[in-house]
């Protein structure tokens, strides 16, 4: 029995060894023996059936502090597209990606037209042309949120998104938003928005970007252009339009009927 000791201690001390570095260092999510990490829940989600349509399950969290994106696009002067990724409560994590799902971390995913486009691991992404054309071509460009398990965040078990649509690649870049696009953001909350509904000034000619996020699904509606989109929970989605007409228009929502703006254009 005495001799059985060294030998106790040593195994022992090879499987601490061996346990202590099996993560590598790489920040990732302790989960019950038997499970993945993709089946860890508490504070980081609760992990769907259903998936974002691409085969990755959807991990749902609450409402409040949850992971947010807005996507903008701009042509580049040389080639393509410059895709710029705007987050809150997440940060791009590319050094933990295929570990466990933290809340608020993880990478960014590219869609054109409801296809896997590239993967993102930054604020910053150039699209060239020729990546488009090998994806068959497409305008509708969807940037998603992912955990580093891979699982997609989703609020309202909608997967958290925002979306652009691509214009005319060998257009000349469009200017500076600030010099001739005024953006109104606008979000939809427990039926109430905010900011609350006010009027917008708009010079004639200038052009008209609407970035509204909602809590719930809606259509987003603007009177006098007739320009309307989708509102799926939980994604930001984006309507940009040249104010090419004066008056006063009304930018509301079909399903709640909200009020959501006035956009005076002189």
Same mark, same amino acid.
């Given at each position: 029995m005495t001799r059985a000791r060294p030998a106790l201690a040593l195994l022992t001390a090879a499987v601490l060894v061996l346990g202590a570095g099996a993560c590598g260092g790489r920040a990732t999510t302790h989960h019950k023996p038997g499970t993945s990490h993709a089946e860890d829940t508490g504070s980081n989600g609760r992990l769907l059936k259903a998936d974002d349509g691409d085969g990755h399950r959807l991990r749902q969290v609450g409402a409040d502090g949850a992971p947010e994106v807005d996507l903008a696009v701009q042509p580049?002067?040389?080639?393509?597209?410059?895709?710029?990724? +705007?987050?809150?409560?997440?940060?791009?994590?590319?050094?933990?990606?295929?570990?466990?799902?933290?809340?608020?971390?993880?990478?960014?995913?590219?869609?054109l037209d409801g296809h896997p486009l590239a993967r993102v691991y930054g604020a910053w992404f150039h699209l060239p042309a020729s990546l488009l054309r090998a994806a068959g071509g497409g305008t509708r460009l969807t940037a998603g949120l992912y955990a580093d398990d891979h699982t997609a965040w989703a609020v309202g078990s909608a997967p958290v998104r925002a979306a652009a649509t691509l214009g005319d690649a060998s257009a000349s870049p469009a200017a500076p938003p600030d010099e001739n696009t005024t953006t109104v953001d606008i979000?939809?909350?427990?039926?109430?928005?905010?900011?609350?509904?006010?009027? +917008? #000034?708009?010079?004639?000619?200038?052009?008209?970007?609407?970035?509204?996020?909602?809590?719930?699904?809606?259509?987003?509606?603007?009177?006098?252009?007739?320009? #309307?989109?989708?509102?799926?929970?939980?994604?930001?989605?984006?309507?940009?339009?040249?104010?090419?007409?004066?008056?006063?228009? #009304?930018?509301?929502?079909?399903e709640s009927d909200l009020l959501l703006t006035q956009l005076v254009v002189r």
């Open positions: 580049d002067s040389e080639d393509g597209w410059n895709v710029h990724l +705007t987050v809150r409560n997440f940060r791009f994590t590319p050094d933990s990606v295929g570990g466990g799902a933290l809340a608020g971390r993880g990478h960014a995913r590219l869609f979000t939809l909350k427990g039926g109430k928005v905010s900011p609350a509904p006010g009027r +917008t #000034e708009i010079k004639k000619g200038r052009t008209v970007r609407l970035r509204v996020r909602s809590d719930r699904d809606d259509v987003l509606h603007v009177h006098g252009y007739d320009k #309307e989109a989708k509102l799926p929970a939980g994604q930001t989605v984006t309507i940009t339009f040249t104010a090419d007409r004066t008056g006063l228009f #009304e930018v509301e929502t079909h």
